[in-house]
């Protein structure tokens, strides 16, 4: 079965950092590009953006909202997917998700979310 | 704001049909569209991918459709809704190397 493990979030102040991690099993890691979505308090789901896998460069792509301040990184040898995050505002505020598509994918190869975790909750407060 | 619009909620008892629409604002975006149920404090679920295929465990009440010559407008159907299906429902495409969600519909099951 496919599990896709999160932690690291917690309250942090405005303008701080933190890091939240995804531990995944149960498919290729190596061969899924990783997906980060958050959803604010009365808001709804917000892509904030992926990484591809290595033969892809591990390529980066950001929503506006994060680029520049947050950053995906994975190591293939843990199965784990990462977001750094940093300069945060209360904007910021939300439970994060990692999620990646494992079975699932469009005529054009392009994969829908059928994995996630468990989601972590991400407070930025003075 | 989402460049994906669906209405803020929509309302029905069981049994009823309910239609959920996702519009591109008059672009066409032309990528398949997904559509993700989320009940709050839960992990989203995958419904329909690739504009109308359902994953395995998917009720078949949920059905997805698109407009056969452009991604103008995609539309989720919950066939004979049930009390179970009280949720956000959210459509979801591609763009260049970017992914969007819609704003998201709250259904209610009266």
């Known amino acids: 079965d496919v599990q896709m493990v999160q932690s690291g979030g917690g309250l942090v102040k405005p303008g701080g950092s933190l890091t939240l991690s995804c531990v995944t099993s149960?498919?290729?890691?190596?061969?899924?590009?990783m997906t980060w979505v958050r959803q604010g308090p009365g808001k709804g789901l917000e892509w904030i953006g992926r990484?591809?896998?290595?033969?892809?460069?591990?390529?980066?792509d950001y929503a506006a909202p994060v680029s520049g301040r947050f950053a995906i990184s994975r190591d293939d040898s843990k199965n784990t997917l990462f977001l750094r995050m940093s300069s945060l505002t209360t904007d910021d505020t939300g439970t994060y998700f990692c999620t990646t598509a494992v079975l699932h994918f469009d005529k054009l190869g392009w994969g829908a979310f059928d994995s996630w975790g468990q989601g972590t909750v991400v407070t930025v407060s003075p | 704001q989402s460049l994906l619009t669906q209405p803020p909620s929509v309302s029905a008892a069981p049994g009823q049909t309910v239609t959920i629409p996702c519009s591109g604002g008059?672009?066409?975006?032309?990528?398949?569209v997904s559509w993700y149920q989320h009940v709050p404090g839960t992990a989203p679920r995958l419904l329909i991918y690739d504009n109308d295929k359902r994953p395995s465990g998917v009720p078949d009440r949920f059905s997805g459709s698109r407009s056969s010559r452009s991604f103008k407008s995609a539309t989720l159907d919950i066939t004979g809704v049930q009390a179970e299906d009280e949720a956000d429902y959210y459509c979801g495409t591609w763009v260049r190397t970017l992914e969007l969600f819609g704003g998201g519909t709250r259904v209610t099951v009266l």
């Open positions: 990484i591809k896998t290595a033969p892809f460069g591990e390529t980066t």
């Open positions: 149960g498919f290729s890691f190596k061969d899924a590009w």
């Open positions: 008059g672009a066409d975006l032309g990528n398949a």
